[in-house]
């Protein structure tokens, strides 16, 4: 029997993770975060009700689930404060059902302040990050002289790291980028009293999973952006700092492989992407611009326009394989709804050459010019449609094509933002 479900984007992030885990979410004993942090946004709709969520993890919003941020989530203080608050002005109880690692990276102050001189010292080879410090906070981890969340509850081993670290950051914000520095007692003493309103939150992560799996639980692991914008595996440089694919959720979680017993993968009924980087399928025209307005494409985190384009399928047909997805979820095929004729990105020309799988080295995707293949679009609303049966004959053949386009099954499918409105063909948890 499923017990463990893992929820992925399979793009380039804003698939509609928030909006399944969070209906998943009902039927589950605890979800978690494994990955990125509050660069993510995930946008709940419920009896109408909008909520965004950046950090907690989506499943905040079911009363039963305990919720967990594991060590490979950056942590902004700041950030899970104002979330915290904000659910809780919303009669959310989040205190006693949220845990976090004490190996999460802390996102200091410093970091967003980098993030934000780097790229605008790169001028128009920025990468469009969210400006969140997530890069720089993941840097720290790596080059060993991160803050931990532990460290927050031993102020002597704080001021310790944070006299060396800071040194560092503050060097290369004044010499380097002619900013200035931060000052060490203010740093220090903002990040002891945030902290001190997290002290009773600190949870052994793995081992609260072991104890939770020991007991037959259902837990749902949420992923946060998507396959293209993993470090390893996506559109790199134009990627985020973390793996956002399926090894993430052992690493940043604290489980093995046998932890997970169904992959879905979210990928939207066409394509979007917000900051910079390539997007072989992206369009250009009033087409583009209707699906921008009629997916209210904003991204969640930043209010930036989204580009949208044309599904690719040769970029989900890896994601597929590279996450060894279970099943698809095919998220706002509403939006299609009226469009003429729909195109599938099913190869890529590279100079005059056919391929049908991802470039292997970066600067070729500048190059790419997508190949499609065309399938007749249909006028009828799907609307809120709950019934697969109800869905017009040319959305059927579309899901069907994206079956057998995209590498694996089609599950379940999002036909509008409300927690209602869905098609499941097959329950993950079935
Ligand atoms: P960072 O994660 O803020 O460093 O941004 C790096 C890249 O990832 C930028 O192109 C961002 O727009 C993108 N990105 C980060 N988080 C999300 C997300 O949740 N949705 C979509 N794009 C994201």
Request: charged share 25%; glycine share 12%.
């Amino acid at each position: 029997m499923t017990k463990s479900i893992v929820v992925l984007g399979t793009q380039w992030g804003d698939e509609g993770k928030g909006k399944i885990v969070d209906l998943l979410a009902r039927d589950m004993d605890a979800v978690v975060r494994f990955q990125g942090g509050h660069n993510a946004g995930h946008t709940l709709v419920i009896d109408g009700h909008k909520t965004v969520l950046h950090l907690i993890p989506s499943g905040i919003l079911n009363q039963d689930a305990q919720c967990l941020i594991g060590n490979g989530v950056v942590v902004s203080l700041e950030a899970l404060k104002a979330e915290t608050e904000s659910l809780e002005s919303k009669g959310v109880n989040v205190r006693s059902r949220l845990g976090i690692s004490p190996a999460c990276p802390i996102i200091m102050p410093y970091h967003e302040l980098l993030d934000h001189a780097r790229e605008k010292a790169k001028g128009d080879k920025a990468i469009g990050t969210t400006g969140r410090g997530i890069g720089p906070a993941y840097e720290d981890k790596v080059s060993r002289r991160g803050i931990r969340f532990s460290d927050l509850y031993n102020p002597g081993l704080l001021a310790e790291k944070l006299e060396e670290t800071l040194d560092f950051h503050n060097f290369v914000l004044e010499k380097y980028f002619d900013m200035q520095g931060l000052v060490f007692d203010r740093v220090l003493d903002d990040a002891l009293q945030l902290g001190a309103c997290f002290s009773d939150l600190v949870t052994d992560v793995s081992g609260e999973l072991h104890r939770l799996r020991s007991e037959g639980k259902r837990i749902l692991y949420e992923g946060a952006q998507g396959s293209l914008l993993d470090i390893d595996h996506g559109t790199y440089p134009f990627v985020t700092s973390s793996n956002t694919t399926i090894g993430a959720v052992c690493t940043g979680a604290g489980v093995g492989p046998d932890a997970i017993d169904y992959v879905l993968g979210i990928t939207k009924a066409y394509t979007t992407r917000v900051g910079s980087g390539p997007f072989p399928t992206e369009l250009f025209d009033d087409i583009g611009a209707g699906i921008a307005k009629r997916g209210d494409e904003f991204g969640a985190t930043t209010g930036r326009p989204r580009r949208c384009g044309w599904l690719d399928a040769v970029a989900l047909r890896r994601a597929a394989h590279t996450n060894g997805l279970s099943g698809f979820c095919v998220t706002k095929l509403d939006v299609l709804d009226g469009v003429e004729t729909i195109k599938v990105g099913v190869a890529y020309r590279l100079n005059g050459e056919l391929i049908d799988v991802p470039p292997q080295n970066p600067e070729a995707w500048d190059h790419l010019e997508a190949v499609y293949e065309s399938f007749p679009g249909w006028q009828d609303s799907t609307r809120g449609i709950t019934q697969y049966d109800d869905l017009p004959a040319n959305a059927k053949a579309y899901i069907a094509a994206m079956e057998s386009l995209c590498g694996a099954p089609v599950h379940m499918i999002s036909t509008g933002p409300d927690r209602k409105e869905n098609i499941i063909l097959k329950h993950p948890l079935d």
